[in-house]
């Protein structure tokens, strides 16, 4: 059973691999299981006893990106028992993480090629919020909304980094987030 379940892990790894290759040098809807099986040293058959068709293949490869992400994310509080928003440290090693797999979350948030994966990127970000944070402090406003708020921000933030290019380090965009939550905007001035 172990040797059939590292056998089944090896096949979907090499599919991965050979899926994200052919990406970087076609439209993904261009690509046929044929070329990905081919890339993956297997046949058709072997595609289809692990996967659907290709989105599903590419849904599985976001999936082992955001449960690491995610990781990231737990591990960045890990053993405290308070933070605060303003400390950029925090924010570092999940920027990190997307800047050491640019291409992966470059397709997955701008190419949206699976339509959608915005979202689950939020929902993965937002699961943690609902179910292993809590506000110190009681307040008045629904903490649901605070969630969607967040972490769609975090999602605007990830856009806008990955459209400059990744120009700012992971620890510059530490420091932004902690700006942009700590940070009183004021008044906004209407151009004439």
Known sequence: MVTEDRRIIRTRKKLK????????????????????????????????????DSTQLLADIFKDYLDELAQYYRDSYKGKETFTLSDPT?????????????????????GEVIPGSQNTFCETLGSI???DLTLQQEIWFDKEAINF?????????????????FKSTPEEMGKRLAFLHTTFLGEVKVNK
């Open 129 to 131: 919020g609902r179910k």
């Open 149 to 165: 708020y967040e972490t769609y921000a975090f999602l605007g933030l990830f856009i806008y980094w990955i459209k400059q290019g």
């Open 17 to 52: 691999d050979a899926v994200l290759t052919l990406v970087k040098e076609k439209d993904f809807k261009a690509i046929s299981i044929t070329e990905i099986a081919k890339v993956a040293g297997c046949n058709r058959v072997t595609f289809y006893s692990h996967y659907e």
């Open 90 to 110: 925090l924010s570092i090693p999940i920027f990190t993480f997307v800047y050491n797999n640019q291409f992966v979350f470059s397709l997955m948030l701008i």
